[in-house]
């Protein structure tokens, strides 16, 4: 024990674990994704390369691999190249703080949550700088698109997160984790729910994937993208998911807490768990307009984030931070009443505009 | 320092995941609020009505096979009611039956079509066109039994159909019509109610009941609008007169009242279908024509109901061999012109679903 108690080979040992993890569960979300699509949609989805298909991931990687690399012409090559990169980095850093299990984790900051908040929301530069230097107008068009989600999203999403940490009473995601003795989706139904919508709109997925909008345009902002720098964020929108599911199966989902299989095993289930209902809903659900997911988020998601985090506040101050099952109940009352309260109070706007 | 904005101009097609085909749009955006709409047609233009010009009677009925590719059927129909009206040719009774049968499978096969596309439009990744690719793969299956194509039948003659159906083909039938509307009922449950659904197509890319009636829209967007005309009752041909049906209506003229229209007309579609199942009589399903025939001299319009709205074929023969002027009325064509008033005004989301809405088939448009 004394060798990984060494700072550099802990740091060493969980560089190399999360680059291991991170390509292979991206690997395995494609092929989870393509496959369960495939099932939900009436199809076979990939079963040609390798046994039931597991090796078609590989075969793509392979594939945009050897593409040629187009650069638009009059695009600005310097941001065109560094824009995967840019948005690659930070989804990648997110891992640092997600706890695998007691204790394995690169680092186990007293701000973790905080750390991801800030370092997440840095991919959107990436993803506007890949649409700005793209020279097209279609990635421009989701360019803009990206920011305006994103500048929107991050505010509930912020806010049900400090529900979480006002009940645990601590940032660092370990100890999240370690206060859950009930999991938080039970203590913050509604923060969960907030929480899940943001996430899927802050990683563009259905039904908020509109800066890929594949039907209106086209491809958004990787329109321009061949070759590896495609691949790049094709890895950056699995990572996305990936880093996702690790933070709500941390946050709400008690993280690797479980009975009888190991902790590692139960962190993976859960991280899977959520990945699927990432793509159940993108296999179901249409696409909203950029405006009606605005208003969504500011009429209300926000407002339902500072209700919860109101009532939270109220019965953390009441009982402490050792909340009675009771809570539970009332929790999932509260929120059941709030959302149909609220889902019948907005209006979404939009309509045509007078030109 | 205000900032200073400007339109820019968007082309969305020819090449475009949501044009259906080489369909152009030329937008001039103020953000992402569309203020101008230039569609632009012709990248599949092919000739088909002078091409025509210069081959026989018989010889043209493949090419309507390749207006509007996703209802072979109906365009054939359409073109040999014309030519049996210019020439006077009587149609046995079966054959008739048989056309309506064929007819009626092929809105379903097309509404399919359209439906998912629309829906694929709005934004839901594949699963509902794939869910109708699997039904209109039956009514290929049954297409291909009686005609040995999946897309281009070449099925029906001046006279008649080309050959009787099988054996295999009416069991095969029964079964379909008894499955379909629970197939229906299934795409409902999946996505008709749905909020998001709503939120996008309910008030958006409205068709005022007038201004369809005055620009000649024809089908689900006329119906859409709220105008009941359906030229199955106004002007029955083949043998629709003796069958019961409804002919669905939207109220606003919507994406959603044409998404909605088109649905139920599946359902009226499969209600025709058991009638003329019923009612079918045996026979001859062909009456002889010399394959170089000879209209008298004179013209003719047939048209029919196509699933995309009226389709029809005017001729003119100058009792030569070939027609000496043939006309389509092309349904798409014609629903298209109020594009740009549906779009201005909207959201470049909504433009996409407004033209998925119209469901439009290029080699119809261009011809």
Known sequence: ?355 | MAIKTEPFVLNVGPQHPSTHGVFRMRMTLDGEVVVDMEPVFGYLHRSIEKLAEGRTYTQNIPFTDRLDYLASMSNNLAYVLAVEKLAGVPVPERAEYLRVIMAELQRIASHLIGVGAFLNDCGAFMTPILYMMREREKILDLFEMVSGQRLTYNYMRVGGVSQDIPEEFLPALAKFVKVMPGFIDEYDQLLAENEIVLARAKGVGILPKELAINISASGPVLRGSGVKWDIRKADPYSVYDRFEFDIPTGSVGDCYDRYRVKVQEMRQSVRIIKQAMEQLPSGEVLTEVPLRMRPPEGEAYGHIEAPKGELGFYLVSDNSETPYRFHIRASCLINLTALSDMMIGWKVADAIITFGSIDICMGEVDR
Not at chain 1, 90 to 110: E, H, R, Y
């Open chain 1, 1 to 355: 024990m004394t060798l990984f108690d060494n700072y550099w080979i802990h740091f060493a040992l969980f560089v190399v674990i999360i680059l291991a993890f991170v390509l292979t569960m991206v690997m395995g979300f494609i092929y989870i994704e393509r496959r369960g699509l495939g099932r939900l949609q009436v199809r076979l989805g990939p079963n040609r390369v390798g046994p039931f298909g597991v090796l078609q991931p590989v075969a793509d990687a392979i594939k945009v691999l050897i593409k040629e690399d187009i650069i638009p012409a009059k695009g600005d090559k310097l941001v065109f190249w560094l824009a995967p990169v840019v948005a690659f980095v930070p989804v990648l850093m997110i891992f640092a703080v997600v706890p695998f299990q007691s204790g394995a984790l690169l680092a186990d900051l007293n701000i973790g949550i905080l750390y991801i908040v800030a370092v997440s929301s840095v991919a959107a530069v990436g993803v506007f700088m890949a649409g700005w230097s793209s020279n097209n107008k279609y990635s421009l068009i989701a360019a803009m698109r990206d920011v305006a989600q994103l500048l929107s999203y991050e505010i509930p999403l912020v806010l049900s997160i400090v529900g979480v940490v006002l009940i645990a009473g601590s940032l660092s995601m370990t100890k999240i984790v370690e206060a859950q003795s009930i999991p938080f989706i039970l203590l913050q139904p509604l923060g969960f729910l907030i929480f899940f919508v943001g996430a899927l709109a802050e990683i563009n997925r259905a039904p908020f994937d509109l800066v890929e909008a594949d039907s209106e345009i086209v491809a958004g902002f990787h329109i321009e993208y061949s070759g590896m720098k495609f691949a790049m964020f094709y890895l950056v929108e699995y990572c996305e998911a990936l880093a996702m599911s690790a933070i709500i199966t941390t946050l709400f989902l008690g993280g690797w807490k479980g009975p009888l299989l190991p902790p590692f095993l139960w962190f993976l289930i859960k991280v899977v768990g959520v990945f699927f209902l990432f793509f159940w809903i993108r296999a179901t659900v249409p696409r909203l307009r950029i405006d009606q997911v605005l208003a969504f988020a500011w009429k209300c998601l926000l407002p339902l984030a500072l209700i919860n985090l109101l009532i939270t506040a109220i019965q953390v101050l009441v009982w402490g931070e050792a909340l009675p099952w009771v809570i539970v109940l009332v929790n999932l009352a509260i929120m059941a009443v709030l959302v149909v309260l609220w889902s019948k109070l907005f209006r979404l706007g939009g309509g045509r505009v007078a030109v």
